[in-house]
């Protein structure tokens, strides 16, 4: 209860963190929404790479194949809450948020961060769920 | 020899409960001692000890007749001949404690004091609990320790002994001096009186400890999967906001006080290189993080798994892991490959699976539990006793 109370106080206080998915996209590009494709983000999504340690990489690797379903960190075995926004509203709501792990997950995933057209992608792709 | 013409009542029953209560706290403190899991129930019963002698120092000058110190003080003269007496002719009979006897009991009281009163003083230099909590500092608390294990050897020897003398007693003289200290008769000459049996006072002692047993062990009753009970609860440690936020995404958020600042600083410096993860934090919040760990990190020693934790790392070496850290590999070297592998744990470093304070970073002995591991039937028991009970 406190919990909640908690995140409900926060919101309030801090109306700015929350973003809509529109500005969102035109964060990304000037265009909005139009200029971004779920398929191609689909593709990302899936798409496996070759880490220096051979092993193969990919956005599942930690978030799992059911969006729906929690995720695990791959290396510390951490529950990590599901993607999908039907089961957790929480995403894609927090800019801070949503710019520090595509950063990091980009660069531990594919090797490098990842374009502006291809975060609107997987942006697209991901909020179908 | 005395002629033995009639039963009367030598121990007053606050004594015999007395007897006995000390009797099962000497147990459960040996039971309870070795697993860190237990030391709620070692404390526990160390407590209990201790209020029992103080009122078995109070009864001998208040108590009845054959309880007082005042009557079975002997000389060593009286001890002597009476034990002479044992292998001779002169086989003589006390009504209360015969004077080897005697001895025997201040040494079991004089032992008990020192073992429990030493024990508080590990508990408030080790662990920082207890009334000398912040009085003793954890490196005094070595010496503490010896004594109170030199004390826990010494009077379990007095206990044999004491032991032996009861059977040796009560095999020379034909009557059954544990049976006398349950039912609280024993023979005597036509001018000796049966005491005063205080079944009040007794009653009272009886409920005291129920009421402490209650105090200590109730929580276990009506604890939740969610909400399981903490026996002891650690100091309050100082906790971060933004630490919790950014550093509990992958795994879970260590407290600072496992590693000391050195550790903190090295961490923050190679933040891009983080176990393969760039962490990419800005220089605002690496700021206010490492001065949080800073002013938060094991060198400050201000709670027993930070002391230890800092000092089994040699001054020369900067780890990264708290995994690598001897102490921890110590503490955790003979749990079974299976256990980490269990789906409750699966690393090393979900430390909350096992530690129901990780959270808060105090790492409390009592407070921590296997998961999938049953030892805790015995409590599933007693609740399912207790529950039945209450319908």
């Known amino acids: 209860m406190k919990k ?31 200029a971004f494709d779920a398929e191609r983000g689909k593709q990302l999504w899936n798409q496996k790479h070759t880490a220096e340690d051979g092993k193969i990489r990919q956005c599942s690797t930690c978030h799992g194949n059911d969006l729906s379903k929690s995720g695990e960190h791959v290396k510390t075995k951490k529950v990590i809450d599901p993607m999908a926004r039907s089961v957790n509203a929480e995403r894609f709501t927090k800019m801070k948020k949503i710019k520090k792990w595509f950063k990091r997950n980009c660069k531990w995933t594919v090797g490098r ?10 942006i697209k792709y991901l909020t179908q769920f | 020899m005395t002629q033995q013409t009639k039963s009367i009542l030598v121990w007053d029953v606050p004594t015999r409960v007395f007897h006995w209560l000390l009797v099962i706290a000497f147990a459960i403190a040996w039971l309870s001692y070795e697993d860190n899991r237990y030391l709620d129930t070692h404390i526990f019963s160390g407590y209990t000890f201790l209020g029992l002698l103080i009122f078995r120092l109070i009864w001998g000058v208040f108590g009845t007749h054959y309880a007082r110190f005042q009557q079975f003080s002997y000389n060593s003269t009286e001890v002597i001949s009476y034990i002479k007496g044992l292998f001779g002719e002169d086989l003589r009979h006390y009504v209360g404690h015969n004077p080897a006897g005697a001895w025997a009991i201040f040494a079991l009281i004089g032992f008990g004091l020192a073992l429990t009163l030493s024990g508080l003083f590990v508990l408030g230099g080790e662990e920082q609990h207890g009334p000398l909590a912040g009085i003793v500092s954890f490196r005094q608390s070595g010496i503490f320790r010896e004594t109170h294990e030199v004390a826990a050897y010494g009077l379990l020897l007095l206990v044999f002994i004491h032991f032996c003398g009861v059977i040796t007693e009560s095999l020379l003289h034909k009557e ?10 024993k ?5 000796s009186a049966s005491v005063r049996p205080h079944r009040l006072i007794a009653t009272t002692m009886i409920t005291v400890i129920l009421a402490y047993v209650m105090a200590t062990f109730g929580g276990y009753l009506t604890e939740t999967a969610d909400q399981p009970y903490l026996p002891f609860k650690g100091p309050e440690l100082v906790q971060n906001e933004l630490w919790q936020e950014e550093c509990s995404d992958c795994h879970f958020a260590f407290h600072p006080s496992l590693l000391p600042a050195r550790s903190w600083q090295l961490i923050f410096k190679q933040q891009a290189d983080h176990f393969d993860d760039d962490l990419d934090l800005d220089e605002e919040t690496v700021t206010e993080l490492l001065a949080y760990a800073n002013a938060n990190s094991a ?32 503490k955790h070297e003979e749990i079974d490959a299976e256990v980490w592998k269990r789906d409750s744990v699966k690393s090393k ?16 002995d009592a407070d921590m539990r296997i998961p999938g591991d049953n030892s805790l039937d015995s409590i599933e028991w007693l609740k399912s006793v207790l529950g039945g009970a209450a319908k």
Not at chain 1, 5 to 25: E, K
Not at chain 1, 113 to 122: M, P, R
Not at chain 2, 349 to 364: K, P, W
């Open chain 1, 4 to 34: 909640y109370l908690f995140v409900i106080l926060l919101s309030l206080s801090l109306p700015t963190q929350a973003i809509t998915l529109d500005d969102l996209y035109k964060r990304y590009s000037p265009e909005g929404e139009s």
């Open chain 1, 113 to 122: 961060e990842c374009t502006n057209q291809e975060k609107g992608d997987l």
């Open chain 2, 176 to 185: 059954n001096l544990i049976g006398a200290m349950f039912r609280g008769t």
């Open chain 2, 187 to 191: 023979s005597a000459d036509t001018e």
């Open chain 2, 299 to 330: 060198d400050l020693e201000q709670i027993e798994p930070a002391w230890r934790m800092n000092s089994s790392i040699a001054s020369k070496d900067t780890p990264l892991r708290i995994t690598d850290v001897r102490y921890w590999k110590k």
């Open chain 2, 349 to 364: 470093a979900n430390c909350a699976a096992c530690h129901l304070d990780a959270e808060q970073g105090t790492f409390e």
